[in-house]
């Protein structure tokens, strides 16, 4: 059987913040570089996987990087007007990532 | 050349809150060769720069610009600030100027020359480059500037890269404060200015302008020192309990940017993709392998807000489950109010949904799974204050006389904390996100500095 872990339990790091005043950049950091690339073999983090939760298209999803000298899964999104524009609940775009807390990622993979 | 230049940064975004003066001070102590930090950001949002205000109460400027100067002059080196107050628009470096002339005077320092450089941007300039047959071009998926969005914008700062903070190093200035600059640039002038290459420089810049980002356990606003050698830069933790680690250094490259390995400045970029991290002590860590690769064109970044008009806030709460999962329709019946008083043009009127998808809006992925309350947040932008008064008092009070069929509470459908609507600054919005080419890297931020202290006057 498949054993699974919530990314919350297995990441460091995972944080949202405003890159520029068009994009919301998203970073998730391993401490080990094991569990890091645990993650990377699971395929729990890929574009079509935040486009999907995120319940975005793929259009909006401007930069995926796998950083390996940070133990690192990072990407960044268009938002959907520039920062600040009356409406816009979040300036910093710092509270955007916590729908990536609950990911499943199978740890045996 | 000199083997290696220190340089200490006590303040990621002085002003947005105060550093903190136990880990500058033990910096200072320990030797450095320029004291530096980066006062700007877009963060803030399209606000200050629209207004021409700054984002954070001036005291807590004035005391980081103290703190730095004393310390600056006390010891001869010098103090180089980019991007003052928040926007780096020409009146906030006229009042960083003016604070440092009245903390001359009333700590009567000896004489020391200041320098300062203009980034606002004339709209008229913009045009004639635009019309001249250079395109002004949009960054991050926005179109090439056009007139229209020319028009709707109220001020306009250049990002300087290190030329201007680099002519007044060679003035002898002693104390620099810079208008909207590459927070990386304000570091890498004074190691270019002391013949330092390029990547070292660049890369010295971008690990120190966020002060203790780059440093663990997070903590901000704690001081860090970087050296920089011809060949590596090292960063330490001047805090007592913090650490430049691999991981924390690294990790910080990628910190708000969309990309880790490359960032952009004017006149070129710095390449991270091959850097080699090492631990070469409990504090410190050393970087090297970056590169820098000059810019074919020389290309300007260009930051523009345009204001839409008066705002004012308000805000109503929802309890009945009934008119939780009809919320939309209540918002709908207020809106249409609205649209009867006002028309359907000329004013923008907008709800955050607290409780529901207030943060995340579209993207939320429980947007259908409401909390058994709610707060939502109207706001209205209207030209004049009295009708953007009128606007979200209607578009707020008129949320509690939505016509549900099957309500049960019939004597009022929402709560309010209060019942009146709040004035907010003006609303903004960012209209340019674009690059300008530029023959002369000067061109656009004019120069000046003087003779402050003991009362010399003298202009340059």
């Not at chain 2, 200050?48 to 010891?75: I, N, Y």
């Not at chain 2, 909390?371 to 706001?379: C, M, R, S, T, Y």
């Not at chain 2, 309010?416 to 600054?425: K, L, R």
């Amino acid at each position: 059987m498949m054993t699974t872990k919530k990314l919350s339990e297995l990441a460091k790091t995972i944080r949202s913040k405003n890159a520029g005043t068009d994009k919301i950049t998203f970073d998730v950091i391993f401490r080990e570089r094991d569990v890091y690339e645990t993650v990377k073999r699971s395929g729990a983090l890929t574009r079509e996987s935040v486009s999907a939760l995120f319940g975005i298209g793929d259009n909006r999803i401007t930069d995926f990087v796998e950083y390996d000298p940070a133990y690192a899964i990072k990407f960044t999104i268009l938002r959907p007007r520039p920062s600040g524009s009356p409406g816009d609940p979040d300036i910093f775009g710092a509270q955007q990532y916590a729908p990536l807390l609950d990911v499943d990622v199978n740890v045996d993979a | 050349m000199t083997n290696s230049l220190k340089v200490i940064c006590p303040n990621g975004h002085l002003g947005f809150a105060p550093l903190k003066t136990e880990s500058f001070q033990i910096a200072v102590e320990a030797g450095t060769d320029y004291i530096a930090a980066d006062s700007g950001s877009d963060d803030i949002g399209p606000v200050p720069l629209g207004s021409d205000t700054c984002a954070s109460p001036r005291a807590w400027q004035e005391h980081d610009l103290e703190v730095m100067l004393l310390a600056a002059r006390r010891t001869g080196k010098p103090m180089i600030i980019g991007s003052a107050g928040d926007t780096g628009t020409n009146s906030r470096v006229d009042m960083y100027v003016q604070i440092i002339r009245d903390l001359a005077r009333k700590h009567d320092l000896a004489p020391f020359r200041l320098g300062w450089f203009y980034s606002e941007v004339d709209k008229e300039t913009v045009r004639a480059s635009m019309l001249g047959g250079s395109p002004v071009r949009g960054l991050d998926g926005r179109p090439d500037l056009d007139e229209a969005e020319l028009d709707a914008t109220d001020r306009i700062v250049a990002m300087a890269g290190v030329h201007p903070f680099r002519v007044l190093l060679e003035e002898g200035c002693d104390v620099i404060i810079g208008g909207r600059s590459s927070d990386s640039a304000i570091f890498a002038a004074a190691a270019l200015h002391e013949g330092f290459p390029d990547a070292q420089a660049y890369y010295l810049g971008k690990v120190l302008e966020c002060a203790s980002f780059c440093a663990e356990p997070y903590g901000a606003k704690e001081t860090v020192m970087g050296e920089i050698t011809p060949e590596f830069v090292e960063v330490t933790a001047m805090h007592p309990g913090q650490r430049c680690t691999v991981a924390s250094v690294a990790g910080h490259a990628m910190y708000e940017r969309s990309n880790p390995f490359h960032e952009y400045v004017a006149g070129g970029l710095l390449d991270m993709t091959d850097c080699r991290y090492e631990q070469v002590s409990e504090k410190t860590t050393r970087v090297a392998g970056m590169k820098f690769v000059p810019a074919e064109e020389f290309r300007v970044k260009l930051e523009g807000s345009g204001r839409l008009g008066e705002r004012f806030v308000g805000m109503a709460g929802i309890r009945d489950p009934y008119t939780i999962a009809n919320v939309d329709a209540v918002i709908e019946w207020a809106r249409t109010q609205v649209r009867e008083r006002f028309g359907d043009e000329g004013w923008e009127l907008h709800y955050n949904v607290f409780g529901r998808n207030g943060i995340m809006g579209e993207m939320e992925p429980l947007k259908d799974k409401p909390a058994h309350e709610l707060l939502i947040v109207v706001q209205g932008v209207a030209p004049t204050r009295e009708m953007a008064e009128e606007l979200t008092i209607t578009g707020t009070r008129q949320l509690f006389y939505a016509r549900l069929p099957e309500v049960k509470g019939t004597a009022g459908g929402v709560s309010f904390v209060f019942d009146e609507v709040m004035e907010a600054s003006p609303g903004c919005r960012w209209t340019l996100n674009h690059t300008m080419a530029v023959n002369d890297p000067l061109a656009l931020f004019p120069t000046h500095s003087e003779i402050v202290g003991s009362d010399v006057l003298e202009t340059a």
